[in-house]
């Protein structure tokens, strides 16, 4: 599929990734693109999206609109991140199908995996077991809308496939406390702890805790290629795209303390979550495929800060 020649809807196009993905699509050359506002386009409004279809009659979606949030926001909202992210993917995922889209991608998460889940987590280790707790609203609504992708193709004979990234970060994050992710929360924390002189900074957990991240264009870069290149059959039920690398909170923290030139300490709060022990995707099938992440953690990391300080000057 040359992308340069559809119409191109790209819902959460306000977003960090949405940015992104706008972005590399420009570069490609594709002009012709639907970026609606949440203002311009309630997508938990059913008919408002129909209608949407009906009048735009997009060629292809990239589905990437979604309430999100970190541990904090999904353990104190589990009912919104549940009931708002199902009823915006089935009104968008139903319109696509009924107004004949010929592609559709939906954007998912690796906390669709268990939590005990073995590791590096393969594609087959979906439903094995039990979710983590504090963001098993948004993981569930996850899975609803990667199995609404792969039972309409199955029903319908539809194109939407299904993307699973790690933890996502880069410029144009959340930094605000209650909406931020790991990494723009702890580089806010540093900045802030740098630029009042603060002697310590709370990390939240134990600090044991592994995570993998992928870099904001490369999440991008992994929609398009995999938008232009692989079919749902191809790709099957879904693919996972991540960096093959995981780092603990702590090593996150003393990264982002070296970056940011902090000099103080680093505390625990150990009453706080870890959320799960591990999560590292196996990508393999990724790159059987012919995708793989470009950007090391460490660029990555001080893109996003220099983006971030760069905000206050």
């Known amino acids: ?9 790209v819902t959460g196009s306000k977003g960090m990734v949405g940015k992104a993905l706008v972005k590399g699509l420009r570069e490609k050359g594709c002009e012709n693109l639907l ?9 938990k409004e ?5 209608n949407y279809f009906e009048m735009n009659k997009p060629d292809v979606v990239f589905h990437l609109a979604a309430k999100v949030g970190g541990i904090a926001a999904n353990v104190d909202s589990p009912a919104e991140f549940l009931f708002n992210n199902l009823i915006i993917e089935c ?9 004949s889209v010929e592609k559709l991608l939906f954007l998912g998460s690796s906390c669709i995996y268990p939590r005990e889940c073995p590791q590096p987590m393969k594609e087959e280790y979906l439903l094995t077991g039990k979710l983590e707790p504090t963001n098993e609203g948004y993981a569930l609504a996850k899975i609803c809308g990667l ?9 319908y004979g539809t194109e939407f496939i299904s993307l699973m990234p790690p933890n996502i970060y880069g410029v144009e994050d959340h930094f605000d406390s209650k909406n931020s992710h790991v990494v723009s929360a702890l580089i806010t924390k540093f900045c802030n702890a740098k630029e009042n002189n603060l002697e310590s900074v709370e990390v939240w957990g134990t600090g044991v805790a592994r995570r993998e991240f992928l870099f904001v264009e490369d999440v991008a870069d992994a929609m398009i290629y995999f938008m232009e290149n692989c079919s749902a059959e191809k790709i099957g039920a879904f693919v996972n795209i991540g960096s093959n690398k995981d780092i603990s909170i702590k090593e996150l923290a003393l990264l982002i303390k070296e970056i940011t030139g902090y000099s103080g300490e680093l505390k625990f709060d150990t009453s706080k979550p870890d959320g799960m022990p591990k999560k590292l995707l196996d990508s393999s099938k990724a790159e059987s495929l012919g995708w793989k992440a470009k950007t090391s953690f460490d660029e990555g990391l ?3 800060i220099d983006w971030y300080t760069s905000l206050s000057q």
């Open 1 to 9: 599929m040359n992308l340069k020649d559809k119409k191109i809807l």
């Open 91 to 99: 009104n968008v995922i139903e319109s696509a199908k009924n107004n």
């Open 147 to 155: 199995k609404l992708c792969e039972y309409y193709n199955k029903q």
């Open 46 to 50: 059913q008919q408002d999206v129909e």
């Open 35 to 43: 970026l609606p506002s949440s203002n311009e386009l309630n997508l």
């Open 302 to 304: 001080k893109k996003t």
